[in-house]
């Protein structure tokens, strides 16, 4: 089992940018993949995009590919979200996830789960 703690969400503008963090601790965190989901009031639960441990394998969805980019360090137990040219579509409550290899992009598949963070833009 893995903790998981987002925070980088905010208000921003359309065609503005934000970078999510999430700062991990407890198991091991190399032996996890990552993945980013959000949520929107109303909707169902969405994949963003997911990294295995190594950074060797990167998942994204359709409808933020070419905007966002998920990274890992995980000499600091971290996985990032650099989201860019945000939309009004992409407000949501962003959570990041972790599960035990292989990588998958199933919401259910992912375990362990951070709080979420807000992430509201503005048109």
């Known amino acids: 089992q893995v903790q998981l703690v987002e925070s980088g969400g905010g208000l921003v503008q359309a065609g503005g940018s934000l970078r999510l963090s999430c700062a991990a601790s407890g198991s091991s965190f190399v032996l996890y993949a990552l993945g980013w989901f959000r949520q929107a009031p109303g909707k169902e639960r969405e994949f963003v995009a997911a990294?295995?441990?190594?950074?060797?394998?990167?998942y994204d969805s359709d409808s933020v590919k070419g905007r966002f980019t998920i990274s890992r360090d995980n000499a600091k137990n971290t996985v990032y979200l650099q989201m860019n040219s945000l939309k009004p579509e992409d407000t949501a409550v962003y959570y990041c996830?972790?599960?035990?290899?292989?990588?998958?992009?199933?919401?259910?598949?992912?375990?362990?789960w951070g709080q979420g963070t807000q992430v509201t833009v503005s048109s």
């Open positions: 996830a972790a599960k035990r290899v292989p990588i998958t992009t199933i919401s259910s598949d992912f375990g362990s």
């Open positions: 990294i295995t441990w190594s950074g060797s394998t990167i």
